[in-house]
């Protein structure tokens, strides 16, 4: 069996529902289009509550172990309440926890989200303790096929640096899912990692400004595809990319032909939180299993769809057996679009 070390942060998610904020389109900020608008001083009672396990690292070791891969997740927990519950739910979800920390000097990560009923979507307040604290220990490391490296916190440069090292050094594969500080912190660095990278997670936003702040590419009518995005990040060396835009769905390329599907949501939208990470495990789970791009994008397009229907990011993670189930509703198809016309050569 494979096995993939996940490496990244874990935390505590508490989800508040709630229908009172004021949706605010405001086109002219390009960095902040839509905007939600409580009154100051107010008190919004949440008619509920959830609980989840969350964290890219958690997340994404859950939906792997579920499809069938031995999954490993290297992160750092407090002695603490928090600490403990999020433990307790890894181990029930199949997770490998010989790479896990439990650190009684740090708090563990705390995030409350205030899903915005309306549409979906969310606002994120976190409080990161201990994975600001997270160190690469090598022995922590052994053993692995591949490593799952995701959003990095704390001295994440230096963290990364390590993962590389040994990742040359012991012939390990590698699949990476930067986080938006990474690649606005440090786009060179990412960028220089990228050609030891196999397997690449990105959004569409996210792709777009690795080339910008990257110096690749400037011209905006060309970042606007996404097939010229895909090409440009296998011509820095990436193997495999996987690339999201939110309802648009997801394209993806082994290094040849593109191809695109459309999101399939049977349950509806509930919370979008997680919805990256399900479609990561999802479709590096297929991967993994030596199927085509297309069941990939199938699988990541299915379980994303399934996580988005309830609250957090691992209560809709699919098994093999669920996933099959939809796959019949998820028809991915060869991308059309030329990259001469938007390169206008």
Known sequence: MVRVICIGSVSKDIFFPTDEGVIIETPEDLASQTKVAFELGGKFRAKDRFEAVGGVAANVSQGLSRLGVSAWCYSKVGRDEIGNWIEKELVRNEVHLESFFIDPKVKSDLSAIIVITQTGDRLIFHNRDANEKLEIIPEKLEGADWYFVSALNGPWEK????????????GIHLAMNPGQHNLKGNPKLILEALREIDVLFLNKDEALELLLKGGIEDDPKKLKSETFLIEKLHEQGVGVVALTDGKRGAW???????????????????????????????????????????ACLQYGIANAGSVVGSYGASSGLLNQEEIHAYLKEIHPKETTEQVISVRGE
């Open 159 to 170: 963290n990364l640096t390590h993962i590389l090292e040994l990742r040359r050094s012991h």
């Open 252 to 294: 993806a390329s082994f290094g040849d032909d593109i191809y695109h599907a459309d999101i399939y949501e049977p349950k509806g939208l509930v919370d979008t939180t997680g919805a990256g990470d399900a479609f990561a495990s999802g479709f590096f789970g297929a991967y993994l299993h030596k199927l085509p791009v297309e």
